[in-house]
């Protein structure tokens, strides 16, 4: 591991200045992806900021009759909140659907967020990838790409997203809210949080510089009909081929994001239109412009099959 100073923040504003000072410095909490990432010298950060003594460990009613849940909330009470479970079950199904007990204690809500590909060209440090080292190419292109992106993908990058939470995030709409270097606050949809790769995969998220995430708000609840299906090689402790969060309302309408398939969590609004007409058609939306390589073009058909599957289980 390479030398590092280390610092706890005492404030969030606090926390987003001193990152701000230091280029390389990262924010650490649970440490679950980043911890392990500084061992093999992929991140090499020279300045760590602890801000795991923030007030930011809290799930709050909003105003609005939504949930503000703070960047420090553990995976494991978050799946386990009774408001969670019962206005937001697709939410928690996706936490419990993700890596193991152990992990969930530790892994906070923004680090889930945070967490960066677990495409094997980029954990293989010899090997190219433009994502660990801009401009050195991508050896997934050519190599072996079974678990990779099929859609969103770029010729500089086909990593996919690994997290299930963003997923079930991405279909409630939810919103990130951050603090900046300045002091300033600002809220980032999460449409928009995760960015495709084009030709600067490095460039993961919209935050700026320094900009920490303090919470993420989700809307007041819509009832309906909420599930998560993964698909993935293992029962468990397995990242997803495919998943499919969903919530469904009575009329078959309705919101439906995908996980496994992109480099970020993907939804589109014509797939969301095309729900109350079946599987077949929405996901054709949402694999639309899809370039699928060899080794992973069954995905395509299995996108297809897991909505089936959870759009009737959302009808029984």
Known sequence: MMPFTYERAQSPAAAAAAAARS????????????????????ERPGHLIDVNGLALDRIEPTAEGGLRIGALVRNTDLAADARVRRDYAVLARALLAGASGQLRNKATTAGNLLQRTRCPYFYDTDQPC???????????????SRQLAVVGGSEACIATHPSDMAVGMRALDAVVETVRPDGATSEIPIEGFHRLPGETPQIETALQPGELITAVTLPPPVGGTHVYRKVRDRASYAFALVSVAAVIQRDGSGAVALGGVAPKPWRRAEADAALPQGAQASAAALMQGARPTEDNAFKLK??????????AEARS
């Not at 299995?302 to 759009?311: C, D, H, N, P, Y």
């Open 23 to 42: 280029p390389s410095a990262k924010f650490i909490a649970g440490g679950t992806n980043l911890l392990d990432l500084m061992k093999l010298r992929i």
């Open 130 to 144: 433009n994502k660990r080292e801009p401009g050195s190419g991508c050896g997934a292109l050519a190599g072996y």
């Open 302 to 311: 299995l996108v297809e099959r897991t909505l089936g599957a959870v759009l």
